[in-house]
């Protein structure tokens, strides 16, 4: 399988308790891309990367939430101190940017659930 | 800032239908794209066609082709012979193209459901 790999698929944890999430992205794609679905929504933009680089963050990325994308490969997205507010599905998504059109691909997302 | 409108909350079909989702958009900017995905039950966003602002063309692909009319500001999937495994939600996104903007807006979502 050469798609978005996302882990764990399911998380139930504690309110309080840390989370982490990892991506693998498409071989080759440069970007890669957070975003946070909840119920009966679209996906909101959390963050992206560009190589190694965190070019943008959106503010519902609150000062709990980190990414990292070391080496530029793979990515975490740590939840830190969670709330129930924090349960949703977490995808990830890359794409080769080559300036002009850019197609992105989605995983299949982690489910938080915050009990 | 930009929006997208998908109007239709949920839409039912007989299946070999046609079916048009509906989606409107709105931005300032001159270069953008607009893609289609569909999300079974499982979660993962497929992505299924992609419409560039100054595409002449209205995209295709397979079954499902793209309905641009940008003066409308309107962006409508068509998905040819419905099958049963067509049925999921559909979001409509769009990106902005200026200085490597790549983050994707989404509307709301309309549940397809095919029926037999």
């Known amino acids: 399988d050469t798609g978005v790999s996302q882990n764990p698929r399911h998380k139930i944890t504690k309110r309080g308790q840390n989370v982490t999430f990892r991506c693998d992205p498409i071989?080759?794609?440069?970007?890669l891309y957070w975003y946070r679905q909840t119920l009966g929504q679209g996906p909101e933009f959390l963050t992206y990367f560009q190589n190694e680089a965190q070019l943008e963050k959106s503010r519902l990325l609150s000062d709990r939430f980190s990414a990292e994308r070391p080496k530029g490969s793979f990515s975490t997205l740590e939840i830190q101190r969670t709330e129930q507010g924090d349960s949703a599905m977490y995808l990830c998504?890359?794409?080769?940017?080559?300036?002009?059109?850019?197609?992105?691909?989605f995983g299949e997302g982690s489910w938080l659930t915050v009990v | 800032a930009q929006k997208i409108t998908q109007t239709q909350p949920g839409m039912f079909v007989q299946e070999k239908e046609a079916v048009t989702l509906d989606c409107t958009y709105d931005t300032s900017d001159q270069s953008y794209g607009l893609f289609w995905y569909k999300q079974p039950s499982s979660g993962e966003m497929i992505f299924l066609i992609y419409q560039g602002s100054y595409d002449e063309q209205n995209a295709t692909e397979g079954r499902y082709s793209l309905n641009f009319q940008k003066a409308r500001k309107s962006a409508n999937l068509v998905i040819s012979a419905s099958q049963l495994g067509d049925s999921a939600m559909y979001f409509c996104a769009m990106s902005g193209l200026i200085q490597g903007a790549q983050k994707l807006v989404f509307g709301q979502g309309t549940r397809l459901t095919i029926n037999p």
């Open positions: 071989s080759e794609h440069n970007r």
């Open positions: 998504a890359s794409s080769l940017w080559k300036g002009t059109r850019n197609t992105i691909y």
